[in-house]
């Protein structure tokens, strides 16, 4: 019997001005001493603070480990532990973006009891830990969907690759009225890792229907809404509109993984330090393009939840075509930088592809990623953004 489960993760409280729920949440969890996990940049931004106060302001004795920085390794998710078992902490709270989120979700591992140093339990394979700590979880972005995700994301630079766990979380809480500072860069491309979220959901060999359902919804949102939150960052309406998007995009990709577009961000995170949506982003075009053939039925899906002109006559081939101008367009109206620009050449970015083909990601893939199919798709990637 052919079946497929959905699995929704936790709790989602989403509204202008949720945030001031977190306290009662806490306390409802029957905790008292809560640690915040955010970046410098959120602390800057005013962000940080103002969650404090709500927690003061619920009679929580709250705490902040602000050492979190993009694509956290294993040993700052160490560093987190050692300030929340300082702090006395009862519960974490990811408050950011993804990097945020992941650390506070990782770092409920050993908050939990489970014994050693991160890095044993982030591995190639992900592994599924029964946490216990509570975690809450508040983006600051409006791509990531680690608020409705099982997964952490964990650096391990001492491979040069980025590995995986799965634990448990608690609520998550997503107010879009604390995108709104977030810079135009970090804008488009935490946008475009949504995006990515929902297409590489969408065309998954693992794919179910209910996450082809939030995919849709998603894609539809991120075309209509994305650009403008880059033209206009104040404008709440298409901040509220993506902040949806993202958490769709995430609970659409939690069963059936994105694959290949994320098998190559996660190389050229790890090779060039680009941020995760930025890497994701550049291989988003060229790997719709390639699974296009494949599976043209939901590659019509997509191009119409895009908004694009399509008449039922279209080969798989051209679909693909469609949809990956319309992302290079997107990608080309918000200023996303190029791998070029950065300074990554043709040939350092093509001797990635072995990188993409070991990924457990691609083996998500309808399309099987050989060691041909990786360079080309690197190639393409490169040559076509520039």
């Known amino acids: 019997m052919a079946f497929h489960q959905f699995n929704p993760f936790c709790p989602i409280i989403a509204c202008c001005g949720s945030v001031a729920v977190l306290g009662d949440k806490i306390k409802e969890a029957g905790c008292k001493r809560p640690i915040i996990c955010c970046d410098e940049g959120i602390v800057n931004a005013g962000i940080t603070k103002k969650v404090q106060d709500i927690l003061a302001a619920s009679g929580l004795d709250c705490g902040v480990f602000s050492g979190v920085h993009a694509d956290p390794s294993a040993e700052i998710v ?20 993804g990097s945020s989120m992941d650390t506070a979700k990782c770092a409920s591992i050993r908050l939990s009891g489970f014994e050693g140093k991160t890095a044993k339990y982030v591995l190639a394979v992900p592994i599924r830990m ?11 972005t409006t791509g990531t969907g680690s608020e409705c995700t099982k997964v952490a994301v964990i650096s391990r630079p001492e491979h040069n ?30 946008g475009l890792d949504a995006l990515a979220h929902a297409t590489e959901a ?30 206009e960052p104040d404008n709440i309406e298409a901040r509220t509109q993506m902040a949806l998007a993202a958490n769709w995009a995430g609970m659409a990709f939690a069963d059936p993984m994105c694959h290949a577009g994320h098998a190559i961000g996660d190389a050229l995170g790890c090779n060039f330090h680009t941020a995760h949506g930025h890497s994701c982003s550049l291989g988003l075009a060229e790997v719709m393009r390639l699974v296009a053939p494949a599976v043209p039925e939901k590659m019509a899906v997509i191009a ?29 109206k918000m200023e996303l930088i190029s791998l070029k620009s950065i300074g990554a050449t043709r ?16 083996s998500y893939c309808p399309v099987k990623i050989t060691l041909e199919v990786a360079e080309k798709l690197l190639a393409d990637m490169y040559d076509n953004y520039q």
Not at 78 to 97: I, N, P, S, Y
Not at 203 to 211: I, L, P, R, Y
């Open 78 to 97: 160490d560093e987190a532990v050692e300030a929340a078992l300082a702090h006395k902490a009862d519960c974490l709270v990811g408050l950011g973006g």
């Open 130 to 140: 029964d946490t216990t700590v509570p975690v809450f979880l508040v983006p600051t």
């Open 161 to 190: 690759v980025k590995w995986s766990v799965y634990v448990n979380t608690t609520m998550a809480i997503i107010d879009p009225e604390l995108t709104v500072t977030l810079p135009k860069h970090e804008t488009a491309t935490t």
């Open 202 to 231: 969408l065309t998954s060999k693992d794919s179910n229907v209910h996450s082809d359902l939030l995919a849709v919804a998603a894609i539809e949102k991120i075309s209509k809404y994305l650009l403008t939150t880059w033209i």
């Open 304 to 332: 119409k939840a895009m908004g694009l002109n399509v008449n039922g006559s279209e080969t798989g081939k051209e679909l693909g075509d469609m949809v990956a101008e319309f992302i290079y367009d997107l990608m080309r």
């Open 347 to 362: 040939e350092g970015v093509i001797a990635l592809a072995q990188e993409v083909v070991d990924n457990h990601l691609s």
